[in-house]
């Protein structure tokens, strides 16, 4: 892959197309996974109205999305975590340190009025550089 060249990555929904966007995109060593909910591929939304398990699922179709960009959660930069209620800080952060207590990306989490689907709890989105994972 160039340094100028883009890759969409996608997980194969059908919203992808009619909303016009992509799971992820890289450019160069650059990655940026778009907001990503816990439905699964057929919008089915799992971990319903848990958001510990919506956040752990996210994190998971994220970490895929990664993988098919090149990158690793290593990688991560920057989460950016979108929640319906604030008071759900402490388990969405619980998943999130699952994923990235050694990594520690730079994080932003804020309280929304609604997401898409009312079973949604929580969106997750991320910015990774391939080649800048931390290590322990």
Not at 18 to 30: E, Q
Not at 66 to 91: F, K
Not at 108 to 131: C, F, Q, R, Y
């Amino acid at each position: 892959m160039t340094n100028t060249s883009r890759q969409l990555i996608s997980s194969g929904t059908p919203w992808e197309k009619i909303v016009g966007y992509s799971r992820a995109v890289r450019v160069g060593n650059s990655v940026f996974v778009s907001g990503t909910t816990a439905s699964d591929e057929n919008g089915v939304v799992q971990g319903v109205g848990d958001p510990y398990a919506q956040a752990l699922y996210i994190l998971q179709k994220i970490e895929r999305a990664l993988e098919q960009a090149g990158a690793t959660m290593r990688d991560v930069v920057r989460t950016r975590v979108y929640v319906i209620n604030v008071d759900h800080w402490q388990e969405v952060g619980k998943a999130h340190a699952a994923f990235f207590a050694d990594v520690r990306p730079a994080n932003t989490l804020v309280e929304i009025s609604k997401l898409v689907n009312p079973d949604h709890l929580v969106e997750i989105e991320i910015d990774a550089v391939i080649g800048s994972a931390s290590t322990p």
